[in-house]
């Protein structure tokens, strides 16, 4: 990742599932894994915080807090991570209009805290063909009303791999700032996500072609 020109490494040390059977990730010890991989390969680290008692922990090892998507609208949440003065991800809810989402952030900026990013990652449909439906309106119009930096997550927002390269490309020509994409050595193995995991030389044709585009736009 670090090679192919990623900036930041956005992992999971605490993974709300909808199952509770299923994988809930390594808690305090997946926070110490990303800290060693920020050491090691200068990658900022991102990861989500679900309660308050865990952002404490989240604040302590990553750069940026993750709000998630089943989070957006837990206000005593935002309120509390606002005053821990991480920058915050703040992911789009799965029913979420714009409007919420935009005063969700606000709930941040309120509270005092400046560095806000936001992310469209799907909102729900009736269509089970892709797993979210991506909302890429939401870019423009986003950058129309608000000065906060926003970026895509195709792999949620489609939950297919191969759509998440042509999807990112969409995504950039939108308007995004940034692009937030999952990827694994051996997606088959993964125990979450894998279906939407780009393998590395899939991320690496992302990330030439993706700089290549930025050339075109700017």
């Known amino acids: 990742m670090a090679a192919a020109g990623v900036r930041m490494l956005r992992a999971g040390a ?3 599932r909808t ?3 299923d994988f809930q990730g390594l808690g305090l010890d997946g926070l110490k894994i990303l800290r060693q991989a920020r050491a090691q390969y200068g990658l900022a680290v991102v990861t989500e915080a679900m309660d308050e008692s865990g952002a404490e922990q989240v604040a302590e090892y990553a750069d940026v807090i993750q ?6 609208q837990n206000f005593a949440l935002l309120r509390h991570v606002a005053g821990l003065g991480k920058p915050v991800l703040l992911k789009r809810g799965p029913s979420a209009t714009i409007k919420e989402w935009l005063l969700a952030a606000e709930d941040l900026l309120a509270g ?3 560095d806000v990013m936001l992310c469209e990652r799907g909102v729900r449909s009736f269509d089970t063909a892709t797993r979210n439906l ?3 309106s939401a870019v423009p119009l986003i950058r129309q009303m608000s000065h906060l930096p926003i970026l895509v997550d195709p792999s949620h927002g489609t939950g297919r791999r191969e ?4 999807m990112s490309r969409a995504a950039q020509a939108s308007g995004a700032h940034g692009l937030l994409v999952e990827t694994h050595p051996r997606p088959e193995k993964a125990l979450s996500d894998g279906a939407q995991s780009l393998y590395p030389d899939q991320l690496r044709q992302l990330a030439a072609q993706t700089r290549a585009l930025a050339a075109v736009l700017a």
């Open 163 to 166: 759509l998440v390269l042509p």
């Open 134 to 136: 991506l909302d890429l």
């Open 112 to 114: 005092g805290l400046h």
């Open 14 to 16: 605490f993974k709300p």
């Open 67 to 72: 709000i998630g998507a089943r989070n957006m």
């Open 19 to 21: 199952s509770p059977y």
